[in-house]
């Protein structure tokens, strides 16, 4: 009795006297999780919890009419399995209610499938078995398709992959990096409750619930982890942009590269353009989800784009070319219409413009008159063209598709540009 009194008293003064008092992190009013599902997971992983919460919490008992009740009755063989996940709810009558976990596989697979973003988040809260299924690529894959899929391309996904392994090797030993696998305490914790309990509070746009901050911090190579990154802004991704810098004159009807991080809070993004010789990087704000479009071919906006249309070229079809204002600068796409050679007049009939090795280019935006109105190309060897008073010609790509040039059409101009 001696020895613990003289071990008590002594933790007691190095406790006051000793210890500095200082505020404490920000991230501790987060750390909630002495709760119900903490004890749950707890006595999953650690069966002599139970009598531990049981001491410790005997005196703060829940009211009988909303208890809920912990299977604890698996032995350590089974921790893993479903039903020590399985939360039982006892109504007012005392009869068991069967929960959302005691559904077959394929009935709990088919209401995931139809829940939102926000949705599954939440589901993925409730238990590690829930977790493990919401967290699954192939219930994201359609989500990000329909989200993100017309401004996210190849080029992206390979952004992706080097942000990945940046941030990994970035990573903080203690807490960990984006995969909550490279930190002691927070690989500690991951066992116990979703991870995610860490976090900030939840981001919104107007009545639309983006990924909620109670949901578990996910692999790092999956799908929802890219959701996440991009849904937050903080993955900057390769994207292309219309009508650069709002619309600016000079840049009417074309599409150019830039760097894009989206912005919850107005629901928008931020470009950041590569620079224009020794000018440096555009940035601009506030671009909207209908300027934006995924590359449509992987060439570096500093690299000559191989035609390999030529030969299908024919007057009235749709086109994008190369252009740019000097070689230092990078490339912008511009949109056109092949047109008829001066000696042609336009008769369908008696057209043989597509025989010749001569491509007239039109760009109907600008008057008649203006140099930038039209171009001439050589069919069989084209190269860069141009020089530096008209600017520069590069590769071209011919538009099948009416999607393609109804994108286009949106933002033509209201007058004629000069």
Not at 58 to 74: E, G, P, V
Request: glycine share 6%.
């Amino acid at each position: 009795m001696l020895f613990i009194f003289v071990t008590c008293f002594s933790f007691i003064l190095f406790f006051r006297y000793s210890l500095p008092i200082k505020p404490l992190p920000s991230w501790a009013s987060e750390m909630r999780l002495l709760s119900f599902y903490f004890w749950k997971d707890l006595s999953i992983l650690f069966p002599s919890a139970k009598f531990l919460k049981k001491t410790l919490f005997s005196s703060h008992m829940f009211s009988s009419t909303s208890a809920k009740k912990i299977n604890n009755n698996n032995n350590n063989n089974s921790t893993l399995s479903r039903n020590t996940e399985s939360m039982m709810i006892e109504g007012k009558d005392g009869q068991e209610m069967l929960s959302v976990l005691d559904l077959p596989n394929l009935a709990l697979e088919c209401i995931l499938e139809r829940l939102e973003p926000d949705g599954l988040c939440k589901m993925a809260c409730v238990s590690t078995y829930l977790r493990d299924m919401c967290l699954s690529d192939h219930l994201w894959e359609g989500h990000m398709k329909k989200r993100w899929g017309r401004i996210i391309g190849s080029a992206a996904y390979k952004e992706w992959q080097l942000h990945i392994a940046s941030r990994n090797h970035e990573s903080n030993y203690f807490l960990g990096g984006e995969n909550g696998r490279g930190g002691l305490l927070m690989g500690y914790l991951s066992k116990l409750w979703p991870l995610m309990l860490l976090r900030s509070n939840s981001i919104h746009h107007g009545d639309t619930k983006k990924m909620k901050s109670c949901s578990p911090q996910p692999p790092v190579d999956s799908i929802v982890a890219c959701y996440r990154a991009l849904e937050t802004g903080k993955f900057w991704f390769p994207a292309q942009v219309f009508n650069r810098e709002d619309g600016h004159v000079g840049f009417m009807l074309s599409c150019y590269d830039a760097d894009l991080s989206y912005d919850s809070r107005n629901d928008t993004f931020q470009a950041r353009y590569p620079p224009h010789g020794r000018r440096a990087a555009a940035i601009e704000t506030g671009v909207s989800w209908d300027r934006l479009r995924a590359p449509p071919v992987d060439t570096s906006p500093h690299d000559l784009h191989i035609s390999d249309c030529l030969n299908d070229l024919r007057p009235r079809d749709h086109i994008e070319i190369q252009w740019r204002r000097n070689k230092q600068f990078p490339y912008g796409w511009w949109y056109g219409v092949v047109g008829h050679l001066e000696a042609c007049d336009g008769n369908e009939s008696y057209c043989h413009c597509h025989e010749s090795d001569t491509v007239v280019l039109e760009f109907n935006q600008y008057a008649p008159g203006s140099r930038w109105r039209h171009t001439m190309i050589n069919r069989k060897h084209h190269r860069e063209e141009g020089n530096e008073a008209d600017g520069f010609y590069g590769g071209i790509r011919k538009l099948y598709s009416k999607d393609e040039i109804a994108m286009w059409q949106q933002f033509w101009p209201a007058e004629i540009l000069e």
